[in-house]
Nanobody, 114 residues
Framework: QVRFVESGGDFVQSGGSLRISCVAS????????LDWYRQRPGKDREFVAL????????AYADSVKGRFTISGDAAKNTLYLQMNDLKPDDTAMYYC???????WGQGTQVTVSS
């Protein structure tokens, strides 16, 4: 079975931090771009961050640049998103994805209060 499983979402106060994780099964990171997307209430799913494991290639949406950091552990087939200085507008379901062949997880909910 080829899939992502996201975890680590939680309730957090504005200004707080979270690290969410995504464990990949059925494939390895090599040869893929991996990214995080999110869907905020009432909005379309949007790009958050991208990484090419084993290279220096990363990219971030302007809305999270300077606050979020994407990373991966190839040995554990795990993708991470460190989120700092969280804002209420960051409240969303966060999803893993793979490029060029899409593979969506079920998502993990991040809720930022106040």
């Amino acid at each position: 079975q080829v899939r992502f499983v996201e975890s680590g979402g939680d309730f957090v106060q504005s200004g707080g931090s979270l690290r969410i994780s995504c464990v990949a099964s059925g494939f390895t990171f090599s040869g893929s771009f991996l990214d995080w997307y999110r869907q905020r209430p009432g909005k379309d799913r949007e790009f958050v961050a991208l990484i090419r494991p084993g290279t220096g290639i990363t990219a971030y949406a302007d809305s999270v640049k300077g606050r979020f950091t994407i990373s991966g552990d190839a040995a554990k087939n795990t993708l991470y998103l460190q989120m700092n200085d969280l804002k209420p507008d960051d409240t969303a379901m966060y999803y893993c994805n793979r490029r060029p062949v899409a593979l969506w997880g079920q998502g993990t909910q991040v809720t930022v209060s106040s």
